[in-house]
Nanobody, 121 residues
């Protein structure tokens, strides 16, 4: 099995910064894409940012220029640096990884338990 452990959420004032981390462990052969999603109360889960193993990144338009995703392949860890936070960034942030458990195996999506980010105005 693959486990994802997230950390770094919390309460911050508008304009502040937070850094989220997500470490993957367990039966892992390799990890392809990693990413962050978020879900605000009453809304659907949405993509925030993704990063491939080759470090190609994509961002939601709403976070471009404010958030930066990065990864450490040696540690199977993905980070999300969030700057200039806004109240609308509030939500539960979920880590996602697309992992392959054995050579020539299929990629499978795994999710973290979520970490709360609250931005006060």
């Amino acid at each position: 099995q693959v486990q994802l452990v997230e950390s770094g959420g919390g309460l911050v004032q508008a304009g502040g910064s937070l850094r989220l981390s997500c470490a993957a462990s367990g039966s892992i052969f390799t990890i392809n894409a990693m990413g962050w999603y978020r879900q605000a109360p009453g809304k659907q889960r949405e993509l925030v940012a993704t990063i491939t193993r080759g470090t190609t990144t994509t961002y939601a338009d709403s976070v471009k220029g404010r958030f930066t995703i990065s990864r450490d392949n040696a540690k199977n860890t993905v980070y999300l640096q969030m700057n200039s936070l806004k109240p609308e960034d509030t939500g539960v942030y979920y880590c996602n990884t697309r992992a392959i458990k054995y050579a020539l195996g299929p990629p499978v999506d795994y999710w973290g338990q979520g970490t709360q980010v609250t931005v006060s105005s």
